[in-house]
């Protein structure tokens, strides 16, 4: 028989994770920075090798060597993010449910399949980047595939927690005016 972890502890995990999130996503952007974290995205979403290479050309050998630094935390940095929507997402519905009990919604598991989509990109990435002018178009295309739909499941997560949120606050206020007569105070 399966058990589900309380809301109490979900919401720790949330903590605890929204904090290695922060501090993560820290450390990667202060990597990256001299970079300029625009030219890093626009790597990401680059789809031809003339892209891809005016990029590099840009950063030159020192900046190159600065990309292939963030990956030390890069790695790790999906699998916290991943954990932190999740829980975060799985403590919001259970609060709008008003159950604990009871199976995960599958939409929830969307974080971990942009977790999923963060490390293809990440394994890619490492392969342009390493011989940028012989390795094939076709993989260069795809990276950008990936790597887009990493930043389009990271901003369907991000939606889900601001509507789930908005809509705790909302039932929360409605109870709220509801248990006495006077409107309720922002």
Known sequence: MRRNLSRKTVGRVALVSGVLYAASQFGINTILAPLGLGRVVAFQLTFSRS?????????GP???????????LDFFHPVIYAVFLFSLLRLLQTRLSGREEGPVPNYLYLPFAAMAMDFIENILELLVINSPATVPEALIFITGVVSSLKWALGVLNIMMVVLFAMSVLIRYRGKGAGRNDSPSRV
């Open 51 to 59: 892209g891809i290479e005016e990029i590099l050309r840009s950063w």
């Open 62 to 72: 020192e900046g190159l060597e600065i990309f292939k630094r963030h990956f030390y």
